[in-house]
C-alpha cells in the first residue's frame, strides 16, 4: 500500500505501541494511537494457526543475488510467484494470467517509485517532467497541489524525525517529490488537472482515507493509470470483478497484516514497463529480501490452500476471518456514532461478493470520521487522548478525520469507549 | 557494497548460475561467469554450520512497521544493532562507539542513495546539485567522465532488461543518476575533480575493481566523504586500525556471503545525516525487511561469538576460514599467472592484521588482471569461455579486467585451468 502507511505522531503518542510482540493490557488513562494504519489486528489469528505458517531458514540458504536469472524479474522468487497468482486466482480480485509480470518490492512503496521511473523514462530533455495526479481526498501534507519547491523544502527543511520521535507520514506526493527528480512531479488534484501532454493518474481503490470505490478522473488524452488496490481483499470490500488495469500494486501488509516484512506485488501488462520497474528495483536495492519472500510466499499458500479447501468442517479462512471481525468492528462504531450523535460515517453500496458467494457491506480499513457542526475532529478526539489523521491531512476540512480500524482489540475497544463519552464534552465545546 | 554487484552479462553467460541451491558438477565446457560479484563460496562453510545459524519464524511475528519506535532508525531490530556493534568490537574494523548511530538499510545500495539523499537536502534551488566523485578505477560503464543528459539516455534509452537476460550493472554512476535528481549528481573521476563549492567524494577501500586501499583525492574545500568498507574484513584485507570516518558503509553481503537478504548498514557520526538517512529509507521503502533482519542479527552474532571465543579446541571462526579461502585461491592464481606469462597481477603491500594478530597479505574480493602487451584481457579470456568485467567498465584501458573470486570451488578451480592454457592461445593473437 503506497498512501496510508502513515504512523505514529510522536514518541508521546506510541503509549500503546503495536510494536510489541504480545498484546499487553492497557492502562485506561493510556494515549492510542489510530493515525497510522499498523494492522496489527491480524496478530492473534496467525498466533492461532500455530506452525502451520512457520518458515525456518538455515544458514547456508538464500544466499545468492539470483532467484530466477531466467526470468525478467529476476529477484522474484518462483514461490512467490507461484502464490501471489494461486491467491489472486482464489479470491478473484485480480487477473493474473500467465502473460501478466509479476514485479516484487520493498513494499509496494518501492513499486510506486518503480512505476514512476518506468512511465517517465528516458528523460526527454525537451519536454517537462510527467505529471502525477491523484483525485483529492488523498494522502498528502497540507491543503492544495503543491510545487516541487514549496513541497521540498516543506519535506527536507523541517526536523524530519528528532530522535524519540516515530514517522508520522508517507504519502503520494512525497514519495513522488521527495528526490527532486527531473523525470517526474507531483502535480495535485486529478479533479482540477488541466494540463496537456502525459500524466499519470493513481487511482487508490477502495480508497484510502474515505474507503470509496474509484475510478480515474483526469480522463485526458496522454493519461497512464496507476491502481493501488492495497484494499482490495474480501475483509475490507465485497469483490465485484476481477481487476484488469495496466498496473496494479497490492501489498502484503494490507491483505495479511505483515507489515513488517516489506513485501509487494505489482501486476504489469506491458513488457517494457516491467522491465523498467525491474532496472528501478535492481538499482535503489538490487532485488528484495528472500527471506521476506520466501515467507510471504508461504503464508500466501496457506491462506490461498484454505480458502480453496471445502467440506462441513472446514475452518473459517483468513478472508472470512477478517471479514467478520471488520464488519464487527464497523457495526459497534456505526452503533457508537449513532447513539451519540456528534459525527457521522460515509455509507457504502452493499454489493455482492463474488469470493464470499452473497451481498455484503464495505467495512475498510480506516474509518472517514465526520464531526457535525464544523467542529475540528481530529482535535475534539485527542481531547479523548485518540490521536487521528485530521482532514486538512488529505486535502479537505478539519471536520473530517481518518481514524486506523486495524488495531489490536484493546485498543480498538478502549477507542470506542472514549467516543462513547464524548456527546456531552462537544456539547460544551 | 555498492560497487561490484554487477552481475551476468546474459542468460546465455550464466550456464553456471550460482543461483542453485547445491552445487553440481560443471559440464567442462560450461560458459564460467566471474563478472559479477555474487559470494557463493561461502556457502559451504555455512552449510557446516548445521542448526547453528537456523531461524525460526512463526507466522505471528514481526508483523509491526515498527521495531524500535523510540530509536532515531525506528525500523531497526534491536538485536541486529547489538550484533553489528558486538562485531565490529571483536573484528576491530570500525568505530561503534555508542553515540554513531545505526542505519540498516536493503543493501548498502539504497544506504548510498540514503547519504546521497541525506548530504544534498534541503534543495538550494540557487545552488548546482551536489556533485558526486569517486577515484578511477571504479566501477561505471564506459570512459570518462559522464554528463547527466547522456548517462540518463544510455541508461533507460537502451531496451534494459530483456527477457532472459539477467542485470549486469549496478554501479555508482548509475546509482546517482538514474532519477535525474536536482539533489545531486555524478561529477566523474575524483582526480580530475576541480569545481569550487560542495561535493561528495566516495572512497571505496578495499577499491573494487582493484582492491588498493584507498583514501580520499579531491580533498577540497566544502567535501563531504561516504567510506564504502564493505571489503574491509579479516578475509581481504589486514586490519590494521578501527575506521573512524564520518559516513561508513558495510554489507552483509560481502561480509558473509548473504546477499540475497539485502542488509546492510551505515555507522554514522551525526544525528542530522543519519535522521536523513532514516527518512530516506522511509520514504522509499517504510523500512527494512525483518526477516533479513533477525537472520542477519543471528548470523553476525553467531560470528562474534565464534571469534571471541578461545581455547585450544577452538574451530576456525569464519573469516579464518575466508582469508584461508582467499589465501589459497591468490596463491593458486599468482602461480598460475606467473607460470604461463601472458597476465599480471596487481602487488598489495604485507602488512600487520590486528584481527589475526600477524602479519598477512590481501587477497581482495575481485582479481584486477592486466594482459600483456596490450591485448584485450576481457574478450581473450572470453575464447575461453570465462566471462569477466573490462577495464572500460572502470574508466581504464581494456588491457585490464576484473574477475571475481568469490565462487564456488568448482568454477575457480575451471576458470584456473583454461587460464593456464592460454599462453599458446595468446601467442597466436
Same sequence: chains 1, 2.
Avoid at 487508490?204 to 470509496?212: E, F, K, V
Wanted: glycine content about 8%; hydrophobic content about 40%; some cysteine.
Amino acid at each position: 500500500m503506497v498512501v496510508g502507511i502513515d504512523k505514529a505522531a510522536s514518541a508521546a503518542d506510541s503509549v500503546v505501541s503495536s510494536a510489541k510482540k504480545t498484546p499487553t493490557a492497557i492502562p485506561s488513562d493510556s494515549v492510542i494511537n489510530l493515525a497510522r494504519g499498523d494492522p496489527t489486528m491480524y496478530q492473534p489469528y496467525w498466533r492461532r494457526m500455530g506452525d502451520k505458517c512457520t518458515v525456518v531458514i538455515p544458514g547456508h540458504d538464500l544466499m545468492s543475488y539470483f532467484s530466477d536469472p531466467g526470468n525478467l524479474c529476476w529477484f522474484l522468487m518462483p514461490e512467490l510467484d507461484d502464490a501471489i497468482r494461486r491467491l489472486h486466482r482464489v479470491v478473484g480480485n485480480a487477473v493474473v494470467d500467465d502473460d501478466r509480470y509479476i514485479i516484487v518490492g520493498t513494499g509496494s512503496t518501492q513499486l510506486f517509485q518503480a512505476v514512476l521511473f518506468a512511465l517517465s523514462s528516458p528523460q526527454n530533455p525537451d519536454t517537462e517532467p510527467l505529471s502525477v495526479v491523484a483525485a483529492a481526498p488523498f494522502y498528502s501534507i497540507k491543503h492544495g497541489n503543491m510545487g516541487m519547491s514549496s513541497f521540498s523544502s516543506h519535506v527536507v527543511g523541517q526536523p524530519l524525525i528528532l530522535h524519540g520521535l516515530v514517522p508520522h507520514l508517507v504519502s503520494y506526493p512525497e514519495e513522488t517529490e521527495f528526490l527532486c527528480s527531473g523525470l517526474y512531479k507531483w502535480a495535485g488534484d486529478a479533479y482540477s488537472f488541466d494540463k496537456d501532454g502525459a500524466y499519470v493518474e493513481l487511482v487508490t481503490s477502495p480508497n484510502n482515507p474515505d474507503g470509496t470505490i474509484r475510478e480515474a478522473v483526469a480522463n485526458r488524452e496522454g493519461g497512464k493509470l496507476i491502481h493501488d488496490l492495497a484494499y482490495y481483499w474480501p475483509q475490507y470490500t465485497p469483490i465485484t470483478s476481477k481487476a484488469d488495469y495496466d498496473i496494479m500494486l497490492f501489498t502484503f501488509s494490507k491483505a495479511t497484516g505483515h507489515a513488517g516484512s516489506r513485501i509487494g506485488w505489482a501486476i504489469v501488462k506491458d513488457k517494457q514497463v516491467a522491465a523498467k520497474m525491474v532496472k528501478y528495483i535492481e538499482l535503489s536495492s538490487i532485488g528484495v529480501s528472500k527471506e521476506a519472500q520466501l515467507r510471504a510466499a508461504k503464508i500466501l499458500e496457506v491462506i490461498a490452500e484454505d480458502c480453496a479447501s471445502s467440506g462441513p468442517d472446514k475452518e473459517e479462512n483468513f478472508f472470512e476471518h477478517g471479514h467478520r471481525l471488520m464488519s464487527d468492528r464497523w457495526e459497534k462504531l456505526r452503533e457508537v456514532v449513532k447513539r451519540n450523535g456528534v459525527f457521522s460515517l460515509p455509507k457504502y453500496p452493499r454489493d455482492f461478493c463474488n469470493f464470499k458467494g452473497k451481498d455484503t457491506d464495505s467495512s475498510p480499513a480506516f474509518a472517514w470520521l465526520k464531526a457535525k457542526d464544523g467542529l475540528n475532529c481530529d482535535n475534539l478526539l485527542r481531547e479523548f487522548k485518540i490521536i487521528t489523521r485530521g482532514g486538512p491531512n488529505f486535502g479537505v476540512d478539519s471536520d473530517y478525520t481518518r481514524v486506523s480500524m486495524l488495531s489490536l482489540d484493546e485498543e480498538f475497544n478502549l477507542f470506542l469507549e472514549r467516543l462513547a463519552e464524548i456527546k456531552g464534552a462537544a456539547n460544551r465545546m
